[in-house]
Nanobody
Framework: VQLQASGGGSVQAGGSLRLSCAAS????????MGWFRQAPGKEREFVAS????????HYRDSVKGRFTISTDNAKNTMYLQMNSLKPEDTAVYYC?????????????????WGQGTQVTVSS
């Protein structure tokens, strides 16, 4: 499966962005979809995940209440609405797909990755 992420950009603190991740198709390998991010000099970290049914949603604590993950099955697309952005949200954001279900938060559990989109939040 191929994943195409888009929607990154530069905003000031408190602003909003919506990321999109289009999947070439939905198969057993895309049971769970997720967003990760990687800041310069840091490891890639989990942000949020969801299944195509819209259930089994999980967020990292630092984005709860500010980010919302969702899917549009008709478009095979996953979204990440990011509000109240902070400078510490600055990173390259990656979408990923996993054949697993449940609490899926490790990069090792995701087998397919998109190319990443840069999000920069200035103070």
């Amino acid at each position: 499966v191929q994943l195409q992420a888009s929607g990154g950009g530069s905003v000031q603190a408190g602003g909003s962005l919506r990321l999109s991740c289009a999947a070439s198709r939905r198969t057993f390998s895309t049971n769970t979809m997720g967003w990760f991010r990687q800041a310069p000099g840091k490891e890639r970290e989990f942000v949020a995940s969801i299944t195509w049914s819209g259930g089994n949603i999980h967020y990292r604590d630092s984005v709860k209440g500010r980010f919302t993950i969702s899917t549009d099955n008709a478009k095979n697309t996953m979204y990440l609405q990011m509000n109240s952005l902070k400078p510490e949200d600055t990173a390259v954001y990656y979408c990923a797909a996993s054949p697993l279900r449940g609490v899926i938060v490790s990069t090792a559990q995701f087998g397919s990755w998109g190319q990443g989109t840069q999000v920069t939040v200035s103070s």
